[in-house]
């Protein structure tokens, strides 16, 4: 008996895996989006949306340990004249000083009077933070007169040895060192307000004497 013909199957393949494919792609890129939203993370947005989702459930805003450092500093700097002092970064704060409280001209040794604020500052951050993963920089800021003594030939080393001096102080009062750092910047950054441009040369900026002052500070950067 013949064998009869072999039917061949012309119906092409499923494409369904496509669609399943599709789908992975599109979580994968959904999933590298969120980490990269999150690599960044913004202090004030997040306490937004912590204070959104606990108040959603009904319940007492949780303060998260950044928010009671900062408030406690507003409280400190408020009691010291300076008010609303700490700046709000999207990675943290910035809690500025004057200088003049701090140190006599021309010297980077600490005052005795600004030993119990920068004391109280080392409490909170061990006592609020605790094992919160954290930086501290501490940045000394001069104004543009020059200075050339044989300890500091300019205020590059003076803002450095500043700097060097509250990080010290910091580490003395059982702040880790490895969460701190020190950089001096001379009068290389001062504060908006304190200078003019040069009209013949806009790169150059010239000071006005009035604020040189506001120029002599110690910023102190927490960040996570």
């Not at 008996?1 to 994968?28: F, G, H, Q, V």
């Not at 912590?50 to 408020?78: C, H, Q, Y």
């Not at 040794?109 to 004391?119: K, R, S």
């Not at 933070?129 to 020059?146: A, I, M």
């Amino acid at each position: 008996m013949a064998k009869p013909p072999e039917i061949k199957n012309t119906e092409e393949l499923p494409e369904d895996w496509l669609t399943t494919y599709a789908d992975s792609i599109t979580l994968l890129m959904c999933f590298f989006v969120v980490m990269f939203s999150i690599s960044e993370p913004n202090t004030e947005k997040y306490e937004a949306v912590s204070k959104g989702i606990t108040e959603s459930l009904g319940k007492k805003d949780v303060d998260t340990p950044f928010r009671d450092l900062r408030k406690d500093l507003n409280s400190m700097a408020t009691d010291a004249g300076q008010q609303n002092a700490v700046e709000t970064t999207n990675r943290g704060f910035v809690y500025p000083f004057r200088a003049a409280r701090m140190f006599a001209p021309g010297s980077a040794d600490i005052l005795p009077a600004a030993e119990e604020q920068l004391d109280r500052i080392a409490q909170l951050l061990t006592l609020q933070l605790g094992t919160v993963n954290y930086k501290v920089t501490v940045e000394g800021h001069t104004d543009d007169v020059p200075i050339n003594t044989p300890r500091f030939p300019s205020n590059w080393e003076l803002s450095s040895a500043r700097a060097s001096a509250v990080v010290r102080f910091l580490i003395s009062r059982g702040v880790t060192p490895d969460r701190l750092s020190a950089i001096g910047f001379a009068e290389s950054q001062p504060v908006e307000g304190s200078f003019t441009v040069d009209p013949q040369n806009p790169a150059r900026k010239v000071f006005i004497p009035e604020k040189r002052e506001d120029n002599r500070r110690i910023v102190v950067k927490v960040e996570r």
